[in-house]
């Protein structure tokens, strides 16, 4: 089983509040990942990190942001969350070696009222 | 456009009847073609990489196969803890950063 956690796994928030979603992992993996996932649909890339203080945006626009400032940890943060920002938000990790076959956290589902 | 194209959308069998889930992909070149099974509220578990048209692997009741349009899932003598939704990727050679999910197929084992 994957070493990588999500905190928390359920959230729900009033509008303009500001958030930050955790992503952890113990597995020393150089990339990690956030995707948003909505219900029946593809996971959507929104940023990445090929490691320490390295970040990318991904194909899907987001008004997140995120650090890296840690090998083990990759949070997200949206500053003011919006309805359109209810969703599914998987963090995932993987060995920067050319296959990326990554390793999932729980999730953490948003819910903005 | 580079594109992950699953089917069915959703399957129903009964335990013990066997089948298959498709995965058709276009993409320039082809790094490699991952499965994944994803349990409802969870995230995707990794199931296989394959590489290469021809290639196969096995884990349990699931062997996977590629060829060089698409790739099959097949199920053998399923149980109902086979269900999930079933996740197809695609890792596109020379776009390291580029990894394609399709939508997922709905596996459902009736007991």
């Known amino acids: 089983e994957a070493d990588i956690y999500q905190t928390p796994r359920y959230l729900v928030i009033g509008t303009g509040k500001k958030i930050t979603l955790e992503c952890s992992q113990t597995?020393?993996?150089?990339?990690m990942y956030w995707y948003q996932q909505d219900p029946g649909m593809e996971l959507h890339l929104i940023h990445y990190?090929?490691?320490?203080?390295?970040?990318e945006k991904g194909d899907l626009s987001s008004e997140s942001t995120v650090s890296r400032i840690r090998t083990e940890h990759f949070p997200l943060t949206l500053e003011s969350a919006r309805p359109s920002h209810t969703s599914q938000y998987l963090c995932?990790?993987?060995?920067?070696?050319?296959?990326?076959?990554?390793?999932f956290g729980p999730g953490t589902r948003l819910t903005v009222t | 456009e580079d594109q992950v194209t699953q089917s069915p959308e959703a399957l129903r069998l009964q335990e013990g009847e066997s089948s298959s889930l498709n995965c058709s992909y276009t993409?320039?070149?082809?790094?490699?073609l991952f499965w994944y099974r994803q349990d409802p509220g969870k995230g995707p578990e990794f199931l296989f990489t394959l590489y290469s048209a021809g290639e196969e692997k096995e884990k349990e009741r699931l062997k996977a196969t590629l060829t060089k349009k698409e790739s099959f899932l097949h199920i053998t003598a399923p149980k109902p803890e086979d269900s999930a939704t079933y996740l197809c990727a695609v890792q596109e050679r020379n776009r390291d950063d580029k990894i394609i999910f399709g939508k997922g197929t709905r596996l459902h084992i009736l007991p």
């Open positions: 990190s090929y490691g320490v203080n390295s970040t």
């Open positions: 597995m020393g993996h150089d990339k």
């Open positions: 995932a990790s993987s060995d920067h070696q050319g296959i990326y076959e990554q390793y």
């Open positions: 993409v320039s070149g082809l790094r490699g």
